[in-house]
């Protein structure tokens, strides 16, 4: 099991009468690491997002495989060519590299410094300096920490209302104190980008002069979230199940009528319905004295998936932020897992509602394991430790 997690995503405003990016960002996964790399191609459009696709997926592929930086940016020097008039190359880059261990990689060359925020205070690094095929490059190691935020930016965000709404652009500094305002309270990567780049788009009065993205890498206190759904096979294990399950450390979720009537039967608690949820498409939630959040089961997580699917596609999009605010289980639920929670603990019982085997359900209504299978498994492609126990 990983032992930090991380959240990592970006979002870009166009170029004014542009229909492609082009800063390019491309996030690598693995079990020992997550890998941000941020390209800004020179100039706008189609070139710019070409150059700026070439040089980050190089970069991606290179160091995703152990090459050193000096072989990575001796690659893209030999590979991109330079503008002949202004002397520069076509794209410039930043590589951040984050161990499951904490351990912090970050290499950049020509763009805005890594904006690195720390219990709400901007994080001093310290750089060495090399020259790699001619290039001036810039090379940090250091040890990141739980509640860590990482920001790698291009130059559309620290230029933002430049001779415009501000004489010299938002400017590097204003942006390190606007993010570290937001990051006191706790904020998620994707919203966190979402106010970044609201402010930027609204120096550029909604016509950004350049292409602007904001990435982003939150290294995640730790949250554990112990989940019961369905009753066990065997109902004498019910007593010892909700032992456990309440035993386990963080955050309790129950989903299912059952499965709540269960846990408040052996805890000794009521289980109310809570008639004050909004969404009328979607169950109410129920209310047991030392359980943190009671849904129905399958209809919401059925939705719980769709929010799960909307975040992957586009995280920081303010439609996908909308659907996780809205006031039902569904998103309270979704909400909990996707922005709070590192290490899931499910306690899935094995009795199967025979409602849910009826015909005419929707095929995907039948069988709860499948959604629970389905939720663990976009836990896992964000980089959550997801550990599964049947009853």
């Excluded at 990983?2 to 542009?18: A, M, P």
């Excluded at 805005?112 to 001036?136: F, V």
């Excluded at 066990?232 to 450390?249: G, I, L």
């Excluded at 920081?316 to 897992?337: H, K, V």
Aim: charged fraction near 25%; proline fraction near 4%.
């Amino acid at each position: 099991m990983r032992s930090l997690c991380t959240d990592v995503c970006y979002d870009s405003l166009i170029k004014k009468n542009e229909e492609l990016c082009g800063d390019r960002v491309q996030i690598v996964r693995g079990e020992k690491s997550t890998l941000l790399v941020l390209a800004d191609g020179l100039g706008s459009g189609v070139k710019a997002n070409i150059l700026a696709t070439l040089t980050s997926k190089i970069i991606s592929t290179m160091i995703g495989e152990g090459a050193s930086v000096e072989d990575t940016v001796d690659t893209i020097a030999h590979t991109l060519p330079v503008d002949k008039e202004r002397d520069i190359a076509y794209s410039t880059f930043m590589i951040l590299r984050i161990g499951s261990d904490g351990s912090a990689y970050l290499v950049e060359y020509d763009n805005p410094p890594c904006i690195c925020i720390r219990n709400g205070e901007p994080l001093q690094i310290t750089y060495s300096e090399k020259n790699i095929a001619g290039k001036p490059v810039r090379e940090s190691r250091f040890q990141a920490l739980p509640g860590d935020y990482f920001m790698l930016v291009s130059d559309g965000v620290t230029q933002a209302g430049m001779g415009e709404t501000l004489s010299f652009g938002w400017g590097w500094e204003n942006v390190v104190n606007f993010a570290g305002d937001c990051c006191r309270s706790g904020v998620s990567a994707p919203r966190l980008i979402r106010k970044i780049l609201s402010v930027g788009s609204d120096l550029y009065e909604g016509n950004p002069g350049d292409d602007t993205t904001v990435s982003a890498i939150h290294v995640l206190p730790k949250q554990c979230v112990a989940f019961l759904s369905g009753p066990p096979k065997n109902a004498a294990d019910d007593k010892r199940v909700v032992s456990e399950y309440m035993s386990q450390k963080g955050l309790h979720i129950v989903s299912g009528g059952t499965s709540a009537e269960i846990v408040a039967r052996e805890l000794g608690k009521k289980l109310e319905v809570n008639m004050d949820d909004g969404d009328e498409n979607i169950p109410p939630t129920g209310k047991i004295e030392g359980v943190d959040l009671v849904t129905e089961g399958v209809l919401t997580l059925k939705v719980v998936l769709e929010l799960f699917d909307e975040y992957i596609r586009r995280p920081a999009a303010q439609s996908t932020i909308d659907a996780l605010d809205r006031n039902n289980g569904a998103s309270m639920l979704a909400r909990i897992l996707i922005e709070r929670c590192t290490d899931l603990y499910l306690f899935i019982g094995r009795t199967v509602n025979a409602a849910h085997q009826n015909s005419d359900f929707p095929a995907e209504l039948r069988l709860k394991f499948r959604l629970l299978d389905d939720i663990a498994a976009r836990m896992t492609s964000l980089g959550r430790n997801v550990i599964k126990q049947y009853y």
